[in-house]
């Protein structure tokens, strides 16, 4: 009797859970579609602080000077780390990601790369040495060097009253003359959210 009952129990939860995959919908919606459903940092977030973040970068005067005192050469750009300071987990690789691309598509600065991936050129570059003709063989020491690094943060700060909250972000970027130390540009994106649960 006791047998059956388990059995009864496990198949109710069996059939519950099967209704409630059942239940789920998923549609495809366009990556432009700004859809907020926790209200945290999502992916609309981060493309609107590429976005104008980027168009602040090449629109300051940092690129005219830069070629003005290099007969018209483009900067050359790495970019760098950007900490997450805020109360949430945020992958700064996709924000970041946008950036580049701005960066490649307007062919106004050159883009160079840095951390992990450098890294593994650099053992590519390594592994040739051995394995590969010496005609085709890429060589040590001719790396584009970055003139300037891009780094940054993104901050958040959040008030809160029993169910509403609104939560403030603020991304900070700047650009720094690797060669001089010399901070030629500082930027900031802040977003503002109200939620009300």
């Not at 691309?101 to 062919?107: A, E, L, N």
Request: glycine share 6%; proline share 1%.
């Amino acid at each position: 009797m006791k047998f059956n009952n388990i059995l009864t129990i496990a198949a109710l939860a069996a059939s519950t859970l099967f209704a409630a995959s059942c239940s789920r919908q998923v549609t495809r919606i366009s990556t432009d579609q700004t859809i907020d459903v926790s209200g945290n940092w999502n992916n609309s977030d981060s493309r609107m602080a590429a976005e104008e973040l980027t168009g602040k970068i090449l629109g300051a005067s940092w690129i005219e000077t830069h070629q003005a005192d290099h007969q018209g050469k483009k900067p050359v750009v790495i970019v760098g780390f950007v900490q997450n300071k805020s109360h949430e987990h945020i992958d700064a690789e996709t924000f970041l990601k946008d950036i580049e691309s701005s960066f490649i598509q307007t062919q106004k600065v050159r883009l160079v790369q840095g951390g992990k991936k450098r890294e593994e050129l650099r053992a590519e570059k390594a592994d040739q040495q051995t394995n590969a003709t010496v005609s085709s063989m890429k060589q040590f020491g001719l790396e584009n060097g970055a003139d300037y690094i891009l780094q940054g943060s993104i901050n958040s700060i959040v008030d809160s009253h029993k169910r509403q909250k609104v939560v403030y972000y603020q991304v900070n970027l700047e650009l720094t003359n690797i060669q001089t130390n010399e901070v030629v540009w500082i930027g900031e994106k802040k977003i503002a959210k109200y939620v009300k649960n």
